[in-house]
């Protein structure tokens, strides 16, 4: 399905046709996508080992701070356009339509018809490095502002941002594809409720 925030319209979307080929593997415990799942994690984490460990690799905050930024814009870009999509089925985006107007696209793989090419462990490692991840960075940020280290400050705001925002858009695909899929069962109920009150009242009296 895919949601826009400008308004409620809903579709259905095919999310990398090229892909759906893997889905006639039958195991869904299998990690069917492994280099993908290892770059999930590698940048996010490289990215805070060398932010602990930075007093030790190198005595320069230039090149400290310049390493995180690179590892956590690598990350971004990673999660945002090929993990998401390889190991949950999910993907978002901003796109400006022909007035201007920019519009938030949260779009998820369609279910059904034996296309699900997701499987548990690969969702598991998934989630659990979207959201362990900027948790640190946000308890990181308590942490340089009450220990007065500021100059980590702008380091540790990019992290909670850049990986906030995957975060956040990721649980958007997520929740908005439950919403589509209650809005229709609602509706479907509704119609199917109106149908049989307007049938009774259409039977002619004996």
Not at 65 to 87: E, H, P, Q, Y
């Amino acid at each position: 399905m895919m949601r826009q925030d400008s308004n409620d319209e809903t579709e259905d979307v095919s999310l990398f046709d090229a892909d759906e080929e893997t889905s006639r593997r039958p195991k869904k415990t299998k990690i069917k996508h492994p280099l993908a799942s290892f770059f999930h994690l590698f940048f996010r984490v490289s990215a805070i080992l060398v932010y602990l460990l930075c007093d030790l690799i190198s005595g320069s905050f230039i090149a400290c701070m310049v390493t995180i930024i690179l590892l956590l814009s690598c990350d971004f870009w990673a999660v945002k356009n090929i993990t998401g999509r390889l190991l949950v089925g999910l993907r978002w985006w901003n796109q400006v339509d022909d007035d201007g107007k920019s519009h938030w696209v949260y779009e998820s793989r369609k279910a059904g018809s034996g296309k699900n090419v997701t499987s548990d462990a690969e969702s598991r490692i998934f989630w659990l490095g979207l959201i362990t991840c900027p948790i640190i960075w946000v308890i990181f940020a308590f942490t340089a502002l009450f220990s007065l280290k500021i100059k980590w400050l702008a380091v540790v705001i990019m992290g909670v941002s850049l990986q906030g925002a995957n975060l956040y858009g990721y649980i958007k695909c997520k929740v908005g594809t439950r919403k589509n899929l209650t809005s229709i069962a609602t509706n479907y109920l509704g119609s199917q409720f109106l149908k049989k009150t307007f049938s009774r009242d259409a039977q002619p009296e004996s």
